[in-house]
């Protein structure tokens, strides 16, 4: 950690979160005189919030289909060239133990901090050096940048805008990358909360708010994509692993449509029993794949299965495959585990990440307008873009 500020320096990273740090001590490997200048009192603040404070610091399917962008195919040349195996070597290498949760997620076994320790040491060794406490004023183009920060002014040749995005404001997130990149003409795609829980609106929250708590598999869609994984009811709405990766894709007045039963076809199951004893009802027949709460909820008011009219059964098909609702926000950037949107990665070089109006100007991790999918996908967007910044810068 340094405690002042030096006259000059040949790259000048702005914000020591993941990218930050990594694009640091990439530049810092090539000999470059590196200062990291972070506004918090420690680094990597949100790297220790991560994955229930465990770090999901990569997922092993990383590929250019897991992220969400105006300009799609921007992520694939770093991804491709810094890839899942890269990072879990250097954890490896520092002897850090981790696990493989599911689908290809990779969680430290013991904490996010010794992800964070990894990241400070490496920084170290290459003689990156990092300024907490520091807040960037301004940023100003002469023949290289002029700096003013809360510590004083600072010159250097590049800069790596690597501050984040707007989720999780209590770590110290801020637009100041934003200003910066439309500060120097730069487009940023409009911002939104991401990987975030749903709110409903008064009808469905009056109907579904008592289910606080009950959990389930289910095939969420928004914006033509769809998502299979665990849903969870809260008292103001949904949430759960499939409701965060659709919440990036979700549009304000939107529907977002839920399959309850994505391995079943409910009105054929009804149809196969007519011939019983009368005895089924459909609420017992949701509840054999279905929570109690949630099978009951759904089947209220239907009658015995000898009593259903085509059009019961038409209706109880759609609230359990086709529950269509429009929610009435999001929970907000306070809970966001991403922002989407951001700097136009049209205007960004994919290779180097440098900008394409200002040279020497380079941006790297959240404050692009790149969004990966819950389950590390959005780490190791940070560790490939900063490393190709770093490499470059």
Known sequence: MANALPDRVDVAVIGAGAAGLFAAIEAAKRGRRVMVL?????????????????????????????????????????????????????????????HEKKDGQ?????????????????????????????????????DGFALSTSLGPLRTAAVVVAAGGLSIPKVGATDLGYRIAARFGHRVVPCRPALVALRFAEPERARFGDLAGVATEAAVSAGGRTFRERILFTHRGLSGPAVLDASSFWTPGAPVTVDFCPDADIAEEIRARR???GRSSPRSILGERLPDRLAERLAAGCPRIAELRREDVTRLSGEVHRFTFVPAETEGYGTAEVTAGGVDTREVSGTTMESRLVPGLYFAGEVLDVTGELGGFNFQWAWASAHAAGRSA
Not at 66 to 87: G, I, K, Q
């Open 275 to 277: 011939g019983g004893t």
């Open 106 to 142: 990779l969680f430290a076994d013991r904490s996010a901090r010794e992800i964070v320790r990894m990241l400070l040491a490496e920084c170290d060794s290459a003689g990156a050096r990092i300024l907490p406490d520091c807040r960037v004023l301004s940023v100003e183009r002469d």
């Open 38 to 98: 972070e506004h918090n009192r420690e680094p990597g603040r949100k790297i220790l919030l991560s994955g229930g404070g465990r770090c999901n610091f990569t997922n092993l399917h990383a590929g250019a289909s897991r992220y969400h962008s105006e300009n799609p195919d921007f992520a694939r040349s770093a991804l491709a060239r810094y890839t899942p195996a890269d990072f879990v070597a250097l954890v490896d290498r520092h002897g850090i133990p981790w």
